[in-house]
C-alpha cells in the first residue's frame, strides 16, 4: 500500500499567485509544511506565463493602488522580475485629458508619482509608440513591466529552499468531512491537509464546489508581437490609449500590443490559457495600429488568444471560504497585485489581524445569494471597462 501522503498546507496552483503564496508562508520557521500542487511547474499553463505584465499601480480603487505598490516592492527584488519603465496614458481627447487629471490628483493623493506632460513630451519618452499629436498624457514614472514567468520560478524556487513541495499532479477534488477541509484527490493520490488554498487561476470554477458562487469568468483577450528589431538605445515606458482601451510596449526586440476594444467572449479553458484566436480581433487589431506611429512599422508576427479571469467588480476573490474550515482561495488576482494580495492571505492563514478595507474588498463570499449566469454577465461587462475598477459597498 502507498505511504499516507500528508501537508500541513496544501496550495493548488503554481502560477505566480500560488507560487508568491508559498514564498511568503515559508519565510517564518513555523514549521508547517507547505506543498504546492500543480500540472506543470517547468512550463506554465496558466495564465502567468501569456501576460504582458503590466504594472501599472495607480488604479481607482484604493485596495488595488495598495496592493499594487505592495507588489511592486516586492518584485524588483527579484532578479529579472519588474523593469521599472513608468508607464504613460494618453489623452486624445479633452474627455480623455479630464480622466487623466483626475487620475494624476488622486495617484499622488496615495503617494504615487504622476505627472501631466504634453503631447510632445510623450512622444519623446515612446517615440516608437506615441505620435505627438495627441492631446496630452498621464505619466507615471514608478511602474513597469513585470515578468510574471521569472518572478513565479524565482518564488517556486526560493519556497523549495524554504522547505516547501512542489508537486506535479492534477487535483481532481477537494475534500471536506464535517465542515471542515481534510486534503485533496489528486492523479498522484490523496493527500491529507488541514489547510487548502485554491489559486487556479481560469480554472478556479473546475474545483470551487462552494456553496457560493464564484464568478471568477475566464475571458479571451487578444495580444500581438511584432516584427524582430534592433534593441533600442532608450527604453520606452508602457503605454496605453484608455480611451481606445489599447495598450502597448516595447520588449526589448520586439514591440507588443493587445486591445480590450472587442465584445466581451468568455471562455472555457482546456489545457492551457489559450483560447483560439477570433475572426473579429483581427479588425480590432487593425484599429489599434492606426495609433501606433507609421514609421514604427508596427504589424502582427505572431498574435494569440490569451485567457485571463474577470470579476463582476474587476476586483479579485482572496480569503477564507466558509464552506468548510481550513478552505481559502486566491483566485482573479493580476500579476500587478499577486504579491501583495498574497501577503495580505498570508497573514489571514497565520491568523494575524489583517486590514478590515481589504478583506471586505476581497471577500470571495460577498457574491452571495447572487445568481452565477448574472455575475458572469456583469463580469463580461466589465472587460470593456478594465481599467474603471470599483469596490463593493
Ligand atoms: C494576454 C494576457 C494579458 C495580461 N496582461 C496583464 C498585465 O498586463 N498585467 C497584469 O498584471 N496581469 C495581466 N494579465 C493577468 C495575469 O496574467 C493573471 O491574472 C495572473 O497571471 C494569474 O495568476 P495565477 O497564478 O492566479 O493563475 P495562473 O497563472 O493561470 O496559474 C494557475 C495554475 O493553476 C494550475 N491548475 C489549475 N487547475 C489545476 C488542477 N486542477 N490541478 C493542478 N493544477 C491546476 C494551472 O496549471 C496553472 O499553472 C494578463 C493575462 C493574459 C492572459
Redesign the pocket.
Known sequence: MAARQTSDIII???????SALAYFLTSSDDGKKVTV????FEQ????????????GQFNESEVLTRLAIDSVKEYLKIPGGLDPVGGLEIATSDAGLEKLNWRQTTAKERGLEARIVSAKEAAELAPDLVKPNHVAALHFPGDGT?D?AVIAAFYQSEARAQGAELLE????KIHRDDGRVTGVATSAGFIEAQTVIL?????AQ??ADFDIPVPVIPVA?P?MFGEHHEPKPYKSPFVRYPEHQVYTRDHGTFFGL?SYNHKPQAEKPKET?FGNWLEEFDSMLDRALKLIPEKTNLTPREKYN????MTPDNMPLVGEIPAAKGLYM???????H?AGSVKFLTQMLRGETVDAVVRKALDPTRFQGQDLKSLERESLHCYNSIYTTHESS
Open positions: 493548488i496552483g503554481g502560477g505566480i499567485v500560488g500542487i500543480d500540472r506543470a506554465l499553463k496558466g495564465s502567468t506565463g501569456n501576460a504582458p505584465g503590466f504594472v513585470a510574471g499532479a492534477d487535483v481532481t489559486a487556479t487561476g481560469i480554472w473546475t474545483l483577450h495580444y493587445g490559457a490569451g485567457i485571463f479571469s486566491a483566485a482573479a488576482v493580476w500579476i500587478t499577486a
